[in-house]
């Protein structure tokens, strides 16, 4: 590694560092002027709320990493560029891409870390921040689907519930399915409702029937109520949406294999929290070369016309981002899809803006 090197490489990583160190104290700032008054009246201990916001911290640096990155080179490479030091440097015969070599590895570096801190990190800072923010700050109102809810529980066993409330942890239509060897019919429980019963540890089913396939014949049993035991939890029948968040790599894959075999209606959600953790990686070396490609050409307009533009990209990007992934959570878009689509198109702008830079 040359003295060139070392000096952007230097220059690109202590400017990240810098970004972060600045932003997101203030965002946590700005986070608990706005939520200051839910926490005093909730009576969060001061313990809880300092845990809180670590996690909090954690949670949006992740969120906004490559936004940071991307600002971060453009500002820097803004001022190489206005101190004419991009010019000296291709002058003395280094070619544009030796120029970015450094850049290159600075990003690597930092999508490393990027992919460590979001297989294994951030999960448990999104457990921590999640759990805080539905105990205190929304009272419980975890995000769940609530209706048409279908779940294998094992090989022989299927439960279905038209629509079910967490909070007084019942539901309607309940459909409890045994099938045997074969994929023959054993028995099936109807129910009108289905409710846990906390203080008994048992679940209430009001307009109960039972009917078990014995050959050719049925034999059908229907009570008024029924109070009874599974071999499930109530809270089984829907995880809480973010639930994908607060598991790490090897937690992440067991539970989409686990919910795919279930059949969850939601598992498109599960398998792009899944995508977006490898690709944000990717998303870091796309950035970069926009940044430089836009920064590293002296304008009239100087540092604040580049961080104007660069504001304006990361908008677009973040923009990209959410609308592709609501398609794949709620319109059946593959997750795969909306993952790539977006690095696609910036990637397309990157190779573009470089050309151009070069010239």
Request: glycine share 6%.
């Given at each position: 590694m040359t003295i060139l090197d070392r000096y952007i490489l230097k220059r690109?990583?202590?400017?990240?560092?810098?970004?972060?160190?600045l932003f997101i104290p203030i965002g946590i700032m700005a986070h608990l002027a706005e939520q200051i008054g839910k926490i005093q009246d909730n009576e969060a201990p001061l313990n809880e709320v300092l845990a809180y916001l670590g996690h909090f911290s954690i949670y949006i640096g992740n969120f906004l990493f490559p936004i940071f990155l991307f600002l971060s080179v453009i500002f820097?490479?803004?001022?190489?560029?206005?101190?004419?030091?991009?010019?000296?440097?291709?002058?003395?015969?280094?070619?544009?891409?030796?120029?970015?070599?450094?850049?290159?590895i600075g990003a690597s570096i930092i999508a490393v870390f990027m992919l460590i801190m979001g297989m294994f990190v951030v999960p448990s800072a999104s457990a921590g921040f999640n759990e805080f923010k539905f105990k205190y700050l929304k009272k419980g109102k975890e995000e769940r689907v609530t209706t048409n809810i279908y779940n294998q529980l094992n090989e022989n066993d299927f439960i279905y519930v038209s629509r079910?409330?967490?909070?007084?942890?019942?539901?309607?239509?309940?459909?409890?399915?045994?099938?045997?060897?074969?994929?023959?019919?054993?028995?099936?429980?109807?129910?009108?409702?289905?409710?846990?019963?906390?203080?008994?540890?048992?679940y209430r089913l009001t307009s109960y029937r039972k009917r078990t396939v014995m050959g050719d014949t049925a034999i059908v049993e229907?009570?008024?109520?029924?109070d009874t035991l599974?071999?499930?939890?109530?809270?089984?029948?829907?995880?809480?949406s973010y639930i994908a968040e607060t598991k790490n790599l090897l937690e992440l894959n067991q539970f989409i294999a686990d919910q795919r075999r279930k059949g969850a209606s939601n598992i498109n959600a599960y398998i792009l929290v899944?995508?977006?953790?490898?690709?944000?990686?990717?998303?870091?070396?796309?950035?970069?070369?926009?940044?430089?490609?836009?920064?590293?050409?002296?304008?009239?307009?100087?540092?604040?016309?580049?961080?104007?533009?660069?504001?304006?990209?990361?908008?677009v990007f973040i923009f990209f981002d959410r609308i592709f992934?609501?398609?794949?959570?709620?319109?059946?878009?593959?997750?795969?899809?909306?993952?790539?689509?977006?690095?696609?198109?910036f990637g397309i702008l990157a190779f573009y803006l470089l050309q151009k830079a070069k010239r």
């Open positions: 690109y990583l202590l400017t990240f560092i810098v970004m972060l160190l820097f490479t803004s001022k190489l560029a206005s101190n004419t030091e991009i010019v000296a440097m291709l002058s003395s015969g280094i070619s544009f891409n030796r120029f970015l070599r450094p850049y290159m079910f409330d967490p909070g007084r942890k019942n539901g309607s239509n309940f459909t409890f399915e045994r099938f045997k060897e074969g994929n023959i019919l054993d028995f099936k429980i109807s129910a009108a409702s289905i409710r846990w019963i906390d203080k008994d540890s048992i229907t009570k008024r109520r029924l599974f071999a499930f939890k109530i809270d089984d029948l829907t995880p809480v899944k995508y977006k953790r490898w690709a944000l990686p990717i998303s870091v070396f796309i950035l970069t070369i926009i940044a430089v490609g836009v920064a590293s050409i002296k304008r009239r307009g100087g540092m604040g016309l580049n961080l104007a533009f660069g504001i304006v990209v990361a908008f992934s609501t398609l794949a959570e709620q319109a059946g878009l593959e997750p795969l899809t909306a993952v790539v689509v977006p690095n696609l198109f």
